[in-house]
């Protein structure tokens, strides 16, 4: 304190030198002060207390916000950039489109479980709702669908592939063989051209001795057959 201030606090009695000096441990703490809640003598002790303990508190609050911004101009200048994440192009067409099948399957089961009504059978909290037991179609119920939709999918085919994985797209067993059905359309597998005879290709002519030789024995069999009593 300066020496006019300490002169102000000579001139007080000490308790109320006390009561200031309390009082200005309170508003440190936090508290309020009010004027009426201490005898004036006292007032005046904690009024000369107060810009000090102010001055305090801003000084404090500098030197937080300067330790921040030290902190962060530090860690700017150590941190190295971050390079930009560049997403993997898809290969697999197939793989892409058993996904894309999966994620559907699992959209549709949700949608009819959230719409079907709720059941209460044995063994189940009433209310809850039962997913329906999945059937592998048959090759002309896909045959049908395919016709339907003008696909190009060929029905014995997509039985064969989802027949030997066990009817299962991904890891998750198939809840809609008609969603399957509609993401297999995008397969190559379909538009691959057939193996054909070459045009203009000829018989070979052994293939044709080799007829006849096998129909002059059958008709040498019959007649054997015919000739005996």
């Given amino acids: 304190m300066f020496a006019h201030q300490r002169a102000a606090v000579e001139a007080i009695d000490d308790k109320d030198v006390g009561a200031g000096i309390k009082a200005a441990f309170r508003y440190f703490d936090g508290e309020d002060v009010p004027q009426g809640s201490i005898s004036a003598q006292a007032f005046i002790v904690f009024c000369v207390?107060?810009?000090?303990?102010?001055?305090?508190?801003?000084?404090?609050?500098?030197?937080?916000e300067s330790g921040k911004e030290g902190a962060r101009r530090?860690?700017?200048r150590n941190s190295p950039p971050i390079p930009p994440f560049n997403h993997p192009v898809g290969v697999f067409r197939e793989a892409e489109a058993e996904a894309e099948a999966e994620a559907e399957a699992e959209t549709e089961a949700e949608t009819e479980a959230e719409t079907s009504p709720s059941n209460e059978g044995e063994g189940e909290r009433a209310g809850a709702r039962k997913h329906p037991r999945f059937l592998p179609p048959t090759v002309e119920q896909v045959a049908e669908y395919v016709k339907q939709r003008g696909s190009a999918v060929d029905p014995q085919g997509f039985i064969d592939f989802y027949a030997a994985k066990g009817w299962l797209?991904?890891?998750?067993?198939?809840?809609?063989?008609?969603?399957?059905?509609?993401?297999?359309?995008g397969w190559e597998r379909w538009t691959k051209p057939v193996n054909a005879p070459k045009a203009g290709?000829?018989?070979r002519p052994e293939n044709d001795e080799r007829a006849k030789a096998d129909m002059e024995r059958l008709r040498k069999r019959m007649k054997l057959e015919l000739s005996k009593p």
């Fill in 49 to 64: 207390m107060k810009p000090y303990i102010d001055e305090s508190f801003r000084d404090f609050e500098k030197s937080v």
């Fill in 74 to 76: 530090r860690w700017e």
């Fill in 169 to 185: 797209i991904g890891k998750t067993p198939m809840k809609d063989w008609k969603a399957a059905c509609r993401n297999a359309e």
């Fill in 201 to 203: 290709a000829q018989p």
